[in-house]
């Protein structure tokens, strides 16, 4: 069904078959459908998807009217900066569903939920999302919120699921990490060192008597740090882990 509202030069299209992928890419298979809204520059492309029309409509109405936002027709699904899924519970049918999305698009993922188990959390993150909403709470700005945070390669998350996943990682880090003497920082805590001393402005033999290991095993690890991250020398090796809190 397609309607012309001249008062806002807008075409609206919406359609209740799967988006058909693009080229070259795998078909996201499963309920939901996008809708087109023909916008300025400047907004978020979304792509809508539902397990059914009466959920993926009720998100529909309250996005078409904002600016921030343009909907995408199913043939420009793949050009989409986020995909919105819209769901009751998150079952393996959605799980897979999610996989497949990840598979067919290059934007990232938000889920709308109205039912979330414990456990989910391994599964929505296993699966590409970014960003979860309950449905409850899915009220128009909050909509808006998420989709423009995904866009901005940010994340949303209910606090008592981020309260969750930072547990999770919490636990990793004890129980797998230290042991190994590695850091979720993609530094291990001799390297991070070693860092630091550099910064400070010590020299190879330097650190080498600060940390009882060789000179040519600091000559080693700082080189590794720099190949392993495509850095240029230890200069760079510095301000990189500063600037991204490493040390």
């Given at each position: 069904m397609?309607?012309?509202?001249?008062?806002?030069e807008?075409?609206?299209?919406t359609r209740?078959?799967?988006v058909?992928?693009?080229s070259?890419?795998?078909?996201?298979?499963?309920?939901?459908?996008?809708?087109?809204v023909?916008?300025?520059?400047?907004?978020?492309?979304?792509?809508v998807?539902?397990?059914?029309?009466?959920?993926?409509?009720?998100?529909?109405q309250?996005?078409?009217?904002?600016?921030?936002?343009?909907l995408?027709?199913?043939?420009e699904?793949?050009?989409?900066?986020?995909?919105?899924l819209?769901?009751?519970?998150?079952t393996?049918?959605?799980?897979?569903?999610?996989r497949r999305?990840?598979l067919?698009?290059?934007?990232?993922?938000?889920?709308v939920?109205?039912?979330?188990?414990?456990g989910?959390l391994q599964?929505i993150?296993e699966c590409?999302?970014?960003?979860v909403?309950?449905?409850?709470?899915?009220?128009q700005?909050?909509l808006?919120?998420?989709?423009t945070?995904?866009?901005n390669?940010?994340?949303?998350?209910?606090?008592?699921?981020?309260g969750?996943?930072?547990d999770?990682?919490g636990?990793?880090q004890?129980t797998?990490?230290?042991g190994?003497?590695?850091?979720?920082?993609?530094?291990t805590?001799?390297e991070?060192e070693?860092l630091?001393?550099v910064?400070?402005?010590?020299?190879?033999?330097?650190?080498?008597?600060?940390?009882?290991y060789?000179?040519?095993?600091?000559k080693n690890?700082?080189?590794?740090i720099?190949?392993r991250?495509?850095l240029?020398?230890?200069?760079?090796?510095?301000?990189?882990?500063m600037?991204?809190?490493?040390?």
């Amino acid at each position: 069904m397609t309607s012309t509202d001249t008062s806002r030069e807008e075409v609206v299209t919406t359609r209740r078959t799967p988006v058909a992928p693009r080229s070259g890419s795998a078909r996201p298979s499963g309920p939901g459908v996008p809708v087109q809204v023909r916008g300025k520059q400047g907004q978020v492309r979304v792509a809508v998807y539902a397990e059914d029309l009466i959920l993926q409509t009720g998100v529909v109405q309250q996005l078409r009217q904002r600016p921030e936002v343009e909907l995408l027709s199913e043939g420009e699904a793949g050009k989409a900066e986020v995909s919105l899924l819209v769901v009751d519970a998150l079952t393996e049918a959605v799980a897979e569903h999610l996989r497949r999305l990840r598979l067919a698009t290059s934007g990232r993922i938000g889920l709308v939920v109205g039912h979330f188990e414990a456990g989910g959390l391994q599964t929505i993150v296993e699966c590409g999302v970014a960003a979860v909403l309950r449905r409850s709470e899915a009220d128009q700005d909050r909509l808006v919120h998420l989709i423009t945070a995904l866009a901005n390669g940010e994340g949303v998350m209910p606090g008592d699921l981020l309260g969750e996943l930072l547990d999770r990682i919490g636990i990793l880090q004890r129980t797998v990490l230290d042991g190994r003497g590695l850091t979720l920082s993609t530094l291990t805590a001799r390297e991070a060192e070693m860092l630091r001393l550099v910064a400070e402005g010590f020299d190879t033999s330097e650190i080498a008597a600060k940390t009882s290991y060789s000179e040519r095993t600091v000559k080693n690890v700082l080189h590794e740090i720099i190949t392993r991250l495509d850095l240029r020398n230890r200069a760079h090796a510095v301000g990189f882990a500063m600037r991204r809190g490493l040390i």
